[in-house]
């Protein structure tokens, strides 16, 4: 089946910039997410990307995807204490059956002060 | 963004019995709800997939006659996990998608289910 693989942890200062990377495997994918689970709550849905963009700014996120590679990656500019949580990468195919999300294993992001 | 309740938030039931968890999706309409599981320290996976009005379409893997899903309304959907065991203690996450060509699904709060 298509697999969706991220680090398990990253450790970043407070202030500096938080680099989540993403590794995706099939090439229909029609949209890429990032999802933000904090501790005991739900997946708030952070930015998602079509898959014919290379970049999306939003405020502190940049998304980045490179197709060629099937790699993306979440960019937090001044990352702060309250962007501690696990981020998800999930990657939507090109439909037929059953379209729900393929995600990854989480990146717990842990902020050092 | 669109708000996706479950009900209840965590249950803990004996083994043999039946466990039903709701899923309404509160300020739109939802043409199409996933059910996931998310095991401790592992990844949502997708059960099914549950479109109003039909019926569902299940993961490879998935008992359908174990894991019964019903989505009577375009702002309900449920999920009844029958005779549950102890191996169905889970995280079980809907997620609810506006119409068939939205991009994006909103995330219930998940329902902790412990079977002793």
């Known amino acids: 089946g298509e697999d969706v693989e991220q680090s398990l942890f990253l450790s970043v200062r407070e202030g500096d910039s938080s680099v989540i990377n993403c590794t995706y495997t099939?090439?229909?994918?029609?949209?890429l997410y990032w999802y933000k689970q904090e501790p005991g709550a739900g997946l708030q849905l952070l930015t998602y990307i079509f898959s014919n963009m290379d970049m999306k700014q939003d405020q502190r996120l940049t998304v980045l995807l490179n197709k060629k590679d099937k790699h993306l990656s979440l960019r937090i500019a001044d990352t702060q204490t309250g962007d501690s949580a696990i981020y998800f990468c999930?990657?939507?195919?090109?439909?037929?059956?059953?379209?729900?999300?393929?995600f990854g294993k989480g990146t717990h992001l842990i902020i050092q002060p | 963004g669109a708000v996706v309740s479950q009900h209840p938030s965590r249950v803990i039931c004996k083994s043999g019995t039946s466990v039903k968890i709701e899923c309404r999706s509160l300020d739109f309409q939802a043409t199409t709800m996933f059910w996931y599981r998310q095991f401790p320290k592992q990844s949502l996976m997708l059960m099914a997939t549950s479109n109003e009005g039909s019926k569902a379409t299940y993961e490879q893997g998935v008992e359908k006659d174990k894991f019964l899903i019903n989505h009577a309304s375009l702002t309900l959907s449920t999920l009844t996990v029958t005779s549950a065991h102890p191996e169905d203690s889970s995280f079980y996450i809907c997620?609810?998608?506006?119409?068939?060509?939205?991009?994006?699904?909103?995330f219930g709060p998940g329902t902790r289910l412990l079977v002793l």
């Open positions: 999930a990657e939507r195919g090109s439909g037929g059956g059953a379209d729900g999300l393929t």
């Open positions: 099939d090439s229909s994918s029609t949209y």
């Open positions: 997620s609810a998608r506006v119409g068939t060509g939205s991009e994006t699904q909103y």
